[in-house]
């Protein structure tokens, strides 16, 4: 069930704004028109900021994946080998925080 609606995800999404474009006209009502546009306008802002964004966040996370997981996973490894290269080589510590890291090696 889910597969369909991620399949047709924005087949569905353009038919559901166009009724409700098409709900919108049919309840303008006179002497009311300013009001009614101005809540339209701000519902199109709205959706801009919240859905588009949201969406390029998402496209961006799939799509760019490996620039989020390289840079993080070097920070790692960095970490990773300052530590154990601390704890088999080095003399002083380098701070109180981290007892095995050490700033001297020689």
Not at 5 to 13: D, E, G, K, Q, V
Request: glycine fraction near 6%.
């Amino acid at each position: 069930y889910l597969n369909k609606l991620a399949n047709y995800h924005r087949f569905i999404s353009y038919w559901l704004y166009l009724g409700g474009f098409i709900a919108f006209v049919l309840s303008l009502q006179k002497k009311k028109y300013m009001v009614q546009f101005t809540l339209f306008g701000w519902t199109h802002i709205v959706l801009l900021c919240c859905v588009v964004q949201s969406h390029l966040i998402i496209q961006n996370c799939f799509e760019g994946l490996y620039w989020l997981l390289y840079p993080a996973s070097m920070v790692i490894c960095n970490d990773i080998m300052a530590y154990f290269f601390g704890f088999f080589f080095g003399r002083t510590p380098l701070i109180k925080l981290s007892p095995k890291k050490h700033g001297k090696v020689s």
